[in-house]
């Protein structure tokens, strides 16, 4: 299956719940799916979403 990805990086001021909350709803309205997370030294978290190519277009995500 082939797939898109959305690299975000969340600054190290938000904490793992508010990081989880935004996923989610990226999840939940761009059908996105986590498929990394990696914090960084600095605090920082690179996530790295996707989803199943489709014909339509659907809204990227938002940081």
Same mark, same amino acid.
């Given at each position: 299956?082939?797939? *898109?990805? $959305?690299?975000? &990086? +969340?600054?190290? !001021?938000?904490? /793992?719940?508010?990081?989880?909350? =935004?996923?989610?709803?990226? #999840?939940?309205?761009?059908?996105? *799916?986590? $498929?990394?997370? &990696? +914090?960084?030294? !600095?605090?920082? /978290?690179?996530?790295?979403?996707? =989803?199943?190519?489709?014909? #339509?277009?659907?809204?990227?995500?938002?940081?």
């Amino acid at each position: 299956m082939d797939y *898109e990805y $959305a690299p975000l &990086r +969340l600054p190290p !001021d938000i904490d /793992r719940l508010t990081a989880a909350v =935004r996923l989610a709803i990226q #999840a939940e309205y761009g059908g996105w *799916e986590l $498929a990394r997370v &990696r +914090l960084m030294k !600095d605090g920082t /978290r690179q996530v790295l979403l996707r =989803r199943p190519l489709r014909l #339509a277009i659907l809204p990227g995500p938002s940081a």
